[in-house]
């Protein structure tokens, strides 16, 4: 991998995410990395492998929008720990499906299979309405009691 592309990517998101207000997601989804490399070295190469030879070109080249693909890379590390299903909450508090992208004021969150496992965040809008709030302490949190 490159300096320079690394660069070239590194710059086309700081950009999205000036131009969005959006958060950048790249130091939760290094603490996710740290956990994949932990139970899963197998999953940990192939999320680096992904990163390196898909993610950074596609972002550096402008193939992709730079928001929505990491939100895809944090999709598929979430999967790598846990398989499930991941949702996107609007506004409301209704989830549906994810399907990339996802719209930027959603709140991205996978469910892993198995009853006693909080969700694993993926993505989160830049300010979160009440009802995602809730949702974000009750299933990622794990909190029993509103703020």
């Known amino acids: 991998m490159s300096d320079d592309l690394t660069a070239r990517a590194d710059k086309r998101l700081e950009e999205a995410l000036a131009r969005e207000g959006a958060r950048d997601p790249r130091e939760f989804y290094r603490q996710r990395l740290k956990e994949l490399k932990q139970a899963s070295p197998d999953g940990y190469a192939q999320a680096v492998a992904y990163y390196r030879d898909q993610l950074l070109p596609q972002v550096a080249d402008g ?3 730079p928001l929505s ?8 590390l979430a999967e790598a720990l846990a398989p499930g299903r991941t949702v996107a909450v609007d506004g409301s508090g209704k989830s549906v499906p994810y399907e990339a992208p996802a719209p930027r004021d959603h709140l991205v969150l996978h469910f892993p ?3 006693s496992t909080r969700a694993i965040l993926v993505g989160l809008p830049a300010t979160l ?5 809730a ?4 299933l990622v949190s794990g909190k029993q009691k509103a703020r």
Not at 129 to 133: E, I, N, P, V, Y
Not at 135 to 138: G, K, R
């Open 113 to 115: 299979d198995g009853k």
């Open 135 to 138: 949702t974000y302490d009750v």
């Open 63 to 65: 193939d992709v929008e």
């Open 69 to 76: 693909a990491w939100t895809e890379y944090g999709r598929r």
């Open 129 to 133: 309405t009440s009802a995602q709030r």
